[in-house]
């Protein structure tokens, strides 16, 4: 039951950050004259700003409490999708896009929350389900778009609006949250870099952000910047893409899209949690790696359109897969009291990503077409690299002196013989 806000929070904003996907870019370019060039600045412009705003209140859940921080930034969040009904300039809605970003997107909080409140071995499961929760609106936002531009229910400035309004229904969802993160685990902000916090009136000693920095935490950052990298630039290429090689044009795509969404919502809700619990945490991320790996690094060789979609369910496998995986295993390097701090700078380096592979990813397109992928795949590669370094070099941070035993949904029993397991060397064995 503490969770069920949550779902309902995150699935409402993902609805209404989908809502706005089919009809953003030719809002920029038919209704405000836009460019190609001020069409990438717009979108640069909330992943920027994202860059520090992920950090930012992630840094500040940490600090004031989880349910506070999450409210404002659903509230932040809808005004920025509203705001952009009101623009009439292309520098106005730079503005209201970087202000936009400014919040860092939802999701890092929203996945400290869920690691506060859930024991260390059924993580896997409501991670994935949190993770599905945000596919499935996705799988609706763009068709509810669709639908109303096609039978002339709303302009896009109308869906803007509507945007907003379902981002603002979520904040007000999360009046009903509790907070997950007990006042003696919040840590005050701070600019002091290198002093660790001194204990004061009986407060256990805690680490500053700085030293709380560890070799798998910058693993997993690393992980997602570069599985984020080889993301973005299918995001940007595959509509050329099935163009080149199929002649399938904004249609085919909205329903390839659709099907690929289903897809993500049923891997992330059905098989994940079950695969963790099979293989433990390492051995499925490490999985998902090399399903991006391996489908990318086929579809240049692929032009029969049944073995492309095949292909591409694997890569959709290995999204559902990566996405709850690596704050799962991001949350084994962090104490609850830095669980904001570590998933908010891990939300950073995907928005940096985020900026530099559409430009890459079309410049190798326009060089090397279809191999943009093989390049692509490579970065698969390196994301099991990482989960095998942190894996063998990285040393898991002992929560058991932070776990405010009553917030938490499950007891810690069988984690005492997972952390067993774990120091006998079995890979996948700490889930």
Known sequence: PKLRPLYCMVFLESLGTAVIA????????????GSSFELGMVGSALNVTQIFGAALFGRCSDAFGRHPVVVISFFWS???????AFVQTIPQLIVVRAFAGIAGGTWPICQAYLVDLVAEEHRGKYLGL???????????GPGLASALLTFELAD???????????????????????????KSKMRPMSFRIWETSNAENGQVQRKSDWEAINLGMVCMWLLRWSVAFAQF?????????????FSMGDKEMGLILMFGGTFAVFVQAFLFGKCVTQLGSYVTLGLGCFFLLFSLAMVPHVRNF??????MLIYVMGEGYVEPGTPLILAFFATSSHQGFANGVGSAFRAFAAISAP?????????????????????????MALVAIARFFGKHVDQDDEIDERCMLFDKTTSKVLMDEEQTGKFGSYT
């Open 306 to 311: 049944h073995l492309h979609v095949a292909i």
């Open 22 to 33: 089919p009809v953003i870019t030719f809002f920029v370019i038919d209704d405000m004259k």
């Open 78 to 84: 809808s005004l920025g999708f509203f705001g952009t």
């Open 130 to 140: 949190l993770s599905a929760t945000f596919a499935a609106g996705f799988v609706f």
């Open 156 to 182: 896009r400035r109308q869906i803007f609006a509507l945007s907003g309004i379902i981002c603002l229904l979520g904040a007000l969802v999360g009046f009903f949250l509790e907070e997950s993160l007990d």
């Open 233 to 245: 630039i299918v995001y940007t290429v595959y509509s050329p893409l099935i163009e080149d090689f």
């Open 359 to 383: 430009m890459v990813g079309g410049e190798l397109y326009d060089h090397i077409q279809a191999h943009v992928f093989t390049f692509a795949s490579f970065f698969g590669g390196v994301g």
